[in-house]
Every structure is written in C-alpha cells, then in structure tokens.
Nanobody, 125 residues
C-alpha cells in the first residue's frame, strides 16, 4: 500500500509555469505507474497525463499535449507534473494516482488503485 500527497499548487497568472509534485510513502513505489487527473468546478474528473512504472513511457490527453509533462524520480518516490503556458481553463484540483505496473498508454482507461488528496491550481487571466 502507498499513500500519495500532492503539493505545488497555488494561484498563478495566465502564461506562467507550475510544477506539481506527488510524493509517495509506503513500499514499492517503482512498481506503480503514475497518473495525473484534474477536476474543474462543475466538471467530471479527467485524465491529463501519466508515466509508466519504469519511467520510460508517457501519455497525455490530447487537450494538454505539448504543455504538460509528466516525470518521475523513483529514488525520491516522487512523480511530477510540469504545466507550461497556464491558461484560466487549467483551473482545477489536480490529483495524482497510482496504478500497478501499467503501460502509460493504458492509464487513461484504468481505475487507479491509490489517489492523493489533490492540490488546487487557480489561473487568473
């Protein structure tokens, strides 16, 4: 079992960049593929990106491709979401999630096993 804690959210201006972190406690972090989701007010939670358990593969939602980058550092039990050129419609609660040993391209369609509590990102225009 692992526990996930996100950090790095906040109030930013349109055009800024932000890096969200997800730190895991527990064992065998490197056996989990990591996903990032977001939920905007009044909308359903959506997948934005993910990275395979080895870190060798990534996948992104079409709506964020080119602006979002997912990475991980297994030595630090951490995953990251870099968001560039932030827009007001990126305003949402961002969640990281863990799925056992899945390829990145499948993460959008799988239900994660563990979730973090979320971190708020608010983008002002």
């Amino acid at each position: 079992q692992i526990q996930l804690v996100e950090s790095g959210g906040g109030l930013v201006q349109a055009g800024d960049s932000l890096r969200l972190s997800c730190t895991a406690t527990g064992r065998y972090f490197n056996n989990y593929s990591m996903s990032w989701f977001r939920q905007a007010p009044g909308k359903e939670r959506e997948f934005v990106g993910g990275i395979g358990w080895s870190g060798g593969d990534t996948a992104y939602a079409a709506s964020v491709k080119g602006r979002f980058t997912v990475s991980r550092d297994n030595a630090k039990n951490s995953a990251y979401l870099q968001i560039d050129a932030l827009r007001p419609d990126d305003t949402a609660v961002y969640y990281c999630a863990a799925t056992p040993m899945a390829s990145a391209e499948t993460l959008e369609h799988l239900t994660p096993m563990y979730w973090g509590q979320g971190t708020q990102v608010t983008v002002s225009s």
